[in-house]
């Protein structure tokens, strides 16, 4: 597998204190790779790091062989690289209507295509919907994403196990069908991940494993820590 984007020796501090350790971490091109890891293992400073949302205080970024380290945020969108954090991913004060043709202009069949749950949805302001319809919205970014890296942060958080399981099956699309590099941060490994998924256990910003996550729906397998689902309703 060719590496899209990795993190070379990479130390993230939060003032006085270092979340990453000097982290290498490849990322392979038309793969989904799974970072693990319970809360504070350096799963989501590890995303942020690759998307250029956090600086580095030591190491690199390297980006098909190219060094982006001091490349901004916006730049890397620009260059092709989505990122869904876990937290004020929808705007809040704009409809379900207005995110989607923020998220993907023009292509707002596409996107209830793949969360019907939104149609009845779309006047709505996005600041009151339920935690899983709001990962449905701010995830059409990702799914529809004509992107070469997708990350995202808890892509289930809220969502009831069917919408989990279609997420899952649609960001798994994307590295297989689309060729793109997408990186999920979860607490255990989800179920639905296409075969050769490549999962990367953190702990405390360190490196602790990695194994190829070989079934798809293995589920189980890999757990490190509780799931992050809060079971919201209906999604």
Do not use: K
């Amino acid at each position: 597998m060719s590496v899209e984007i990795a993190l070379r020796a990479a130390r993230v501090r939060y003032g006085p204190l270092e979340a990453l350790h000097g982290l290498d971490l490849p990322v392979p091109a038309a793969t989904v790779t799974v970072l693990l890891g319970r809360n504070g293992a350096g799963r989501s400073s590890a995303l942020r790091a690759l998307a250029g949302i956090v600086p580095l205080a030591a190491g690199r970024v390297v980006w098909r062989g190219e060094d982006v380290t001091r490349v901004p945020a916006h730049a890397r969108a620009r260059r092709g690289l989505c990122f869904v954090p876990d937290l004020r991913a929808v705007y809040a004060g704009l409809t379900v209507a207005e995110n989607l043709d923020l998220a993907a202009p023009g292509r707002q069949d596409e996107a209830l295509a793949a969360y019907p749950e939104l149609a009845p949805l779309l006047g709505h302001r996005a600041g009151t919907l339920s935690g899983g319809e709001r990962r449905m919205l701010a995830l059409v970014r990702a799914v529809l994403a004509d992107a070469r890296v997708v990350l995202v942060d808890e892509p289930s958080l809220g969502m009831s196990t069917v919408v989990a399981s279609r997420t899952y099956a649609l960001l798994g699309a994307l590295a297989r069908s689309g060729g793109a590099a997408v990186v999920l941060a979860e607490q255990r490994v989800p179920q639905g991940l296409p075969p050769g998924s490549v999962g990367y256990e953190l702990r405390r910003g360190s490196l602790a494993s990695a194994v190829e996550l070989l079934q798809a729906g293995s589920g189980g397998a890999g757990a490190a820590g509780e799931s992050g689902e809060s079971g919201e309703r209906g999604e």
